[in-house]
Structure formats: C-alpha cells, structure tokens
C-alpha cells in the first residue's frame, strides 16, 4: 500500500478487526467458544490492534495543518489512553446486566462507528514518498531502531503488552465465567 494510501489502509485494518471482533461475538453466542478458538481470535485482534495504532499515528499529519501537529499528536494520544481507560469501565457495566454476547456486540458496533468516519473523513492528500521502497525503507527504520538500544525497548514492550495484554482484555469475562463461574 503506498504512503499515500494511509485512510484506505486505516478502513483495511479496521474491518479485519470488526472481523475479528464478529468471530468472537458469534463464536460466544453461538455457544461454541472453547478457550483455543477464544484465544486464537483474540491473538488475531490483538496482532492487528499493533498494526493500527501506527497507522492512525500516521494518519494524523493528514488531519491538522503542521502548526497543530503537537497539539494533535496530544489528543490522539489521549483517546487511546481514555478508550482504553472508558472501554472496560463500560464493558463492565453491560456485561452485568446483559452478559458477554453484549459486550462482545457493542465492540462490533463501535468498528462500524470509526470505519463510517474513515469513509466519509476527507484528509489532506500528501506527495508519495520517491526513492526506495516502502520494504526497504521500513527495513532502514528497524535497523536504525535496532542500532539504538534505548530505541528498541519501544518496539517490543509495544508488542508484548499489545500482543498479550489487548488479548487477555477480550477473555476476561469467558474466563470469569467459564473458569471461575462468576459473571
């Protein structure tokens, strides 16, 4: 996908995680989930939510004018962290008194909320990047982070508290239940 593609990227991986998110929803509700299916589509939410955070960081320049970007920057950071802080607050009060399949659907219906807004958001458009490839010049930003140790403590607590940690959010309430017959 070129640089200059990064909304019709955004809406890509938007969908395959609403994807993911409809296979767990129906997998709970269907009553077939078992902790291998729970965990595998989990893992699959939690691979593609690693992906879109850069991208949405890469699509902010396309948004504000870069006399704003600081201030941009700031409050894309701070929805992440307070939908990360609001979402299981939420979740908890529906899986009470409506039970996982709920919660699980009232995710699916937030992906279909951003990705309306991705379709109908018209960003500024950006001149391609010339010279190397995409590949290449992702390779020179990983060898430039590897080179730098301070640097590439970045990348992979990313990876291991987005890898694990956005998937145990998901199991939490097929855990409680299923294992610890609480609700």
């Known amino acids: 996908v070129c640089r200059s593609h990064r909304r019709r990227r955004l809406v890509v991986l938007q969908v395959v995680q609403m ?34 955070g850069p991208a949405w ?16 920057i700031r409050l894309n950071a701070m929805q992440f962290a307070f939908g990360r802080a609001l979402g299981p607050l939420l979740a908890g009060a529906v899986l009470g008194p409506f039970g996982p399949g709920a ?54 607590c990313m990876f291991v508290s987005g890898f694990f940690g956005s998937s145990i959010i998901q199991l939490a309430s097929a855990l409680a239940e299923e294992q610890f017959h609480r609700s």
């Not at 699509?59 to 006399?67: D, G, W, Y």
């Open 19 to 52: 994807a993911t998110s409809v296979a767990l929803w129906a997998v709970w509700v269907a009553g077939i989930a078992t902790p291998t299916n729970m965990i595998v589509l989990s893992a699959v939410g939690g691979f593609m939510g690693g992906m879109v």
């Open 57 to 72: 960081n890469s699509f902010v320049p396309m948004l504000v004018p870069r006399e704003l970007m600081a201030s941009a």
């Open 103 to 156: 919660t699980l659907f009232i995710n699916v219906v937030s992906y279909v909320l951003v990705i309306g807004v991705l379709v109908v958001l018209h960003p500024r458009t950006t001149e391609p990047v010339r010279g190397s490839s995409l590949w290449n010049q992702a390779l020179d930003g990983w060898r430039y982070v590897l080179r730098n140790r301070s640097l590439a403590v970045v990348p992979v």
